[in-house]
């Protein structure tokens, strides 16, 4: 009788094929996330940067640079930061294949296109070729999906990376940790209607690590100036945001007759934008800058929010939609950063060299023919979310992809609304977070054209390891 079944010479060649893929994925993909600042040839460089890397040396807080990643990045000097640019590339890897392999896309093959297309038609390269935390924000949204609603999928040792992932993700940004922690709220009141994906114990096991995020900063903050305090600064973007939407000028019309304000002398000589307010050469450094006019601000803030409560509802929901609009690569990114090239050169000389022949100094990167093509993705993939969802609506379907999909649209609404209100609209802000949309419809492509409709619904699921 003969043999039934597939031959050892069948399987062999299959498996050799699939194992060829992985390597080329495991090499390709960090190389070409990181092909820009090759290019470049130094990690590319951002207004912000000089004022993270300067809280190892100058012992103080400033508004709105995490100390803890400041360490971070203080960790990768010796190597040029060339360490850190590693991290993150090998970070957006595992969380990219994670992220495919619990959705039950994990065919080495597909992690490829889908990374390879990532690369080329989004932000993605050039976040993790930055030093800079926005490469965080998008990839701690998706280890919190997965930490949260995929937990019976990954190992023990999975869940603690995620875990320490995500809480020096929530630390390194406040407004990442904004986001994520409006996630979990979400998560707990869709619970009742999803208790087969989100379990009480997962939704603790997230929360826990935006609370030990938390506690990071805290930690880094105290050892690194002796203040057991939160990063200085939400009160001054705030006070930015409203005075470029007309709000603080209205304010000092209406009570500086009343009030001695500091800024009262100033009131019809503010300038237009936030941006020129706190980082040009405005009355702000006359006055102080943060440590002079925080209490004012503060001040004008809140009661500018109780004498125009409509207006500042108005000015919120409007800032929001502009800001998920906003979400061209590449904002800050250019050849004048006058603050961290000194901070360099003060603190790190040995990278003067490097960084000042780098083609970034030279202005020789243009974003406009990369944005031709990043806008329109971006926008059109945020369309495939409201897509997706109504989709599924309307077939009363539910399974991951459309919940990773939901993810996805409420992180985005989410950062739009605390970054737009908070800080104003910026393009930054809008690409450091708009890809984990292209990458989701990417699996709803591949699922697509696969001819597969999969629906990992509890009662069904297995939990997906990695192959041994």
């Known amino acids: 009788m003969g043999d039934v079944g597939i031959s050892n010479t069948q399987i062999l060649p299959a498996r050799s094929a699939e194992t060829g893929s992985v390597w080329i994925a495991v090499v390709i993909i960090p190389l070409f996330l990181i092909a820009p600042a ?11 940067t000089g004022g993270y890397l300067a809280r190892w040396y100058e012992g103080y807080l400033v508004p709105s640079r995490s100390t803890v990643f400041g360490l971070y990045l203080h960790f990768g000097e010796g190597t040029g930061f060339w360490i850190n640019l590693g991290l993150q590339a090998l970070a957006t890897l595992w969380i990219l294949q994670l992220t495919l392999r619990v959705l039950g896309h994990g065919q080495p093959l597909r992690l490829l296109w889908i990374g390879l297309l990532l690369i080329t038609t989004t932000a993605l390269p050039w976040l993790a070729s930055m030093l800079l935390t926005d490469i965080f924000a998008g990839l701690a949204v998706l280890a919190l999906f997965i930490l949260v609603t995929q937990t019976d999928r990954i190992t023990a040792l999975e869940k603690w990376v995620l875990f320490g992932f995500t809480a020096f993700a929530s630390a390194t940004h406040s407004a990442t940790l904004g986001v ?10 869709a619970r009742p209607f999803l208790r087969d994906r989100i379990t009480l114990a997962s939704l603790m096991q997230g929360g826990a690590s935006l609370i030990a995020g938390a506690g990071m900063l805290l930690a880094a903050n105290y050892a690194l100036a002796g203040q057991l305090a939160w990063t200085p600064g939400g009160v001054g973007v705030a006070f930015g945001r409203m005075l470029q939407d007309g709000i603080v000028t209205k304010y000092l019309n209406d009570h500086c007759p009343q009030l001695e304000l500091k800024l009262c002398p100033y009131r019809n000589a503010l300038p237009p934008t936030a941006d020129d307010f706190l980082w040009g050469n405005s009355m702000f450094n006359t ?12 001040y004008i803030v809140i009661h500018s929010l109780q004498d125009y409560p409509l207006w500042q509802v108005e000015a919120a929901v409007a800032t929001t939609v502009d800001q998920l609009l906003h979400v061209a690569t590449g904002e800050g990114t ?20 490097p ?52 993810t996805v649209t409420l992180a985005l609404l989410g950062n739009a609304m605390i970054c737009g209100v908070i800080s104003g609209p910026h393009d930054r802000y809008g690409a450091r977070m708009v890809w984990i949309a292209t990458f989701t419809a990417l699996m709803a492509a591949a699922r697509y054209f696969a001819g597969t409709d999969i629906d990992y619904g509890r009662r069904e699921r297995k939990s997906i390891t990695p192959a041994l």
């Open 355 to 406: 960084m000042h022949a780098a083609h970034q100094q030279h202005w020789e990167i243009n974003f406009a023919l990369v944005n031709w093509l990043h806008v329109p993705v971006a926008l059109g993939s945020m369309l495939a979310m409201l897509a997706l969802l109504g989709h599924a609506i309307w077939r009363r379907h539910r399974d991951d992809l459309t919940l990773l999909a939901a």
């Open 287 to 298: 006055l102080g800058r943060f440590e002079g006019m925080n209490d004012e601000m503060g």
């Open 334 to 353: 250019n050849g004048w950063l006058p603050h961290t090239y000194g901070i360099i050169d003060r603190y790190v000389p040995s990278q003067s060299k």
């Open 180 to 189: 994520l922690l409006g996630l979990c709220c979400a998560g707990l009141i």
């Open 38 to 48: 090759l290019w470049n040839g130094y990690p590319l460089l951002q207004w912000d």
